[in-house]
């Protein structure tokens, strides 16, 4: 089944209430999508996020990722900060995938990692707490809010 075929399909059954959850169909679509795409960004000021990031993209076997950069301090003002970043990339750049990082949303409310397709729709995402409750360094944070992304979309880590 292609990519946009599932989504008009389960759009469909959404709409004549006959869609009783995901299935394992269209979890392949969204990995298939990812594995398949030929620019993905990440609209960031700090390389360090970016390489973070292409060491998970390269351990789940995806292809990497480059920073789109831009100033993304505007985002913060918005109701879902890291949401907004993906759109503000989404609007820069011709990448296929986008993987953004910001508040989840009001100040305190912790992080929202998130992979976006190049339509803007949310393919899988990853949170955490507020930094002053884990504790953790950002790279720490990014690693582990990553790998819950795409593990929740049923990716493996490649051995060897």
Known sequence: MAFEKMIRNAFEESRDDRRFGDTLDEIAEIQDYMKNAEKICIP????????VLNRVLSE??????EMLQIDTNTAD????PALAKAYMALDQSDAD????????GIPGSGS???FIDNKGRILT???SPSHVIH???IEEAVYEEASE???????KKIEG
């Open 97 to 104: 995938l986008i993987i953004a990082r910001g508040r989840l």
């Open 44 to 51: 960031n000021k700090n390389g360090i996020k970016v390489e």
């Open 112 to 114: 929202l990692l998130i």
């Open 60 to 65: 789940y076997g995806l292809p990497q990722a």
């Open 149 to 155: 992304a795409l593990e929740k979309i049923g990716f």
């Open 125 to 127: 995402g990853g949170t």
């Open 135 to 137: 504790k953790k360094t």
């Open 77 to 80: 003002t918005s109701r879902i």
